[in-house]
């Protein structure tokens, strides 16, 4: 047995390289459709290929890339349909989510979440973009995390990788970051008084209207001094 239990590593060089990768993709120094060099990239990190396949390989598992044979591997395209699809199922998973975290929403519950909505509307106050899009993220994955569904917390793990990626390349709209902040306070009311229904009705259309304001300012890339509007 010996050798079996020795310590193991926090991080392997592996899944050190996964994050890596994953994170420049997902922030966009990869465009989508984009070909990732194998070699320049175990260059770069200063490594064999051997770690650099393997996080490929998971990526591809995740949707971020697409591996061509006799070609390559290229990062996934990102395109209206995707969109679609991924902010469809969001939707549902979030809307369900909502709904089980309410179902048994205690006065601590409710005092994370007013601790969340706090902050959000103070970064807004601060027009500090960055923290606001954080503490919105974080506002929605309060709700998943709370549902006591693994199944539901696993896929919606899975799903918000590639929402990060397409808020990353900014295809929408950006009004002020007080309206943002602001769109969340209806939802919030809503969990005081434990308004279940009305509640996951809420973030539903939430969630699809910030796909419909996506779709409808596809292309427009976002200069980084303004802010957004309903983009989570």
Same mark, same amino acid.
Request: some cysteine; aromatic content about 8%.
């Given at each position: 047995?010996?050798?079996?239990?020795?310590?193991?590593?926090?991080?392997?060089?592996?899944?050190?390289?996964?994050?890596?990768?994953?994170?420049?993709?997902?922030?966009?120094?990869?465009?989508?459709?984009?070909?990732i060099n194998q070699v320049q990239v175990a260059a770069n990190f200063g490594i064999s290929r051997g770690p650099i396949r393997a996080a490929l390989n998971k990526l591809e598992e995740e949707g971020l890339v697409v591996n061509i044979p006799h070609r390559g591997t290229f990062?996934?395209?990102?395109?209206?349909?995707?969109?679609?699809?991924?902010?469809?199922?969001?939707?549902?998973?979030?809307?369900?989510?909502?709904?089980?975290?309410?179902?048994?929403?205690?006065?601590?519950?409710?005092?994370?979440?007013?601790?969340?909505?706090?902050?959000?509307?103070?970064?807004?106050?601060?027009?500090?973009?960055?923290?606001?899009?954080?503490?919105?993220?974080?506002?929605?994955?309060?709700?998943?995390?709370?549902?006591?569904?693994?199944?539901?917390?696993?896929?919606?793990?899975?799903?918000?990788?590639?929402?990060?990626?397409?808020?990353?390349?900014?295809?929408?709209?950006?009004?002020?970051?007080?309206?943002?902040?602001?769109?969340?306070?209806?939802?919030?009311?809503?969990?005081?008084?434990?308004?279940?229904?009305?509640?996951?009705?809420?973030?539903?259309?939430?969630?699809?209207?910030?796909?419909? +304001?996506?779709?409808? +300012?596809?292309?427009?890339?976002?200069?980084?001094?303004?802010?957004?509007?309903?983009?989570?």
């Open positions: 047995m010996e050798g079996f239990f020795n310590e193991i590593p926090q991080k392997t060089l592996e899944s050190q390289v996964l994050d890596r990768l994953r994170e420049a993709i997902v922030e966009g120094a990869f465009e989508p459709d984009a070909q990062v996934a395209p990102l395109d209206k349909k995707i969109v679609s699809d991924v902010y469809g199922v969001r939707s549902v998973l979030e809307s369900y989510a909502v709904r089980l975290t309410l179902a048994n929403f205690s006065d601590d519950d409710l005092k994370k979440l007013e601790q969340i909505y706090d902050a959000m509307q103070q970064a807004a106050r601060d027009n500090d973009m960055k923290a606001v899009v954080k503490h919105d993220f974080e506002m929605h994955k309060f709700f998943v995390e709370m549902s006591g569904n693994a199944v539901l917390k696993q896929s919606w793990s899975t799903l918000q990788i590639q929402v990060r990626r397409i808020l990353s390349y900014r295809y929408f709209s950006h009004p002020y970051l007080q309206e943002m902040a602001d769109s969340h306070t209806t939802l919030l009311e809503l969990a005081r008084q434990r308004r279940v229904d009305e509640a996951g009705h809420l973030i539903e259309e939430h969630i699809m209207e910030a796909c419909s +304001n996506i779709l409808t +300012n596809w292309g427009v890339r976002m200069d980084e001094s303004e802010s957004l509007q309903h983009t989570v």
